[in-house]
């Protein structure tokens, strides 16, 4: 009877082969330096998206705006500058961008039959961290950032 149950036939996987978590840090580099490549065709030449903007013409349809930031505020905003390597508000943007796209670009290259492993979805949670953890940073500096009249 042991006979019977043995000669039995296994079901078959199709899973493909689990990806070495070297494999996927490769990708999630070659994304993020794709979505870096494509910030920069977005920026305009020689200006590396933190130049000063142009001063307005006179009969210029925008509009002017002043801010006030505390000392708090400032010295929050030096950090976090700092700590992400930009230069400006802008700079923040484009950094919350890359880490979005990357994630987005790794999502969307994944085949709809691929079995995804803990350890990958992990990977993809600290990335996304990464970019709540700078939003939400930024938010608690430019929340303190106060209008002013001219």
């Avoid at 999502?107 to 970019?131: F, N, P, W, Y």
């Amino acid at each position: 009877m042991s006979h019977h149950q043995s000669a039995a036939p296994q079901p078959q996987s199709s899973t493909p082969p689990p990806q070495r978590p070297s494999e996927l840090a490769e990708r999630i580099e070659q994304f993020q330096n794709a979505a870096r490549a494509l910030l920069a065709v977005y920026e305009p030449a020689g200006q590396g998206g933190c130049a000063p903007a142009a001063r307005p013409s006179p009969d210029s349809p925008g509009e002017t705006r002043c801010y006030y930031f505390s000392p708090g505020a400032v010295q929050h905003e030096r950090k976090l500058l700092e700590h992400y390597h930009a230069e400006d508000f802008r700079g923040l943007l484009a950094r919350t961008y890359m880490l979005l796209a990357g994630v987005v670009k790794i999502m969307k290259s994944t085949h709809h039959d691929v079995r995804v492993k803990g350890d990958a979805i992990a990977s993809l949670g600290c990335l996304l961290e990464q970019t709540c953890s700078l939003v939400l940073r930024m938010r608690n500096v430019y929340d303190r950032v106060e209008r002013v009249r001219p």
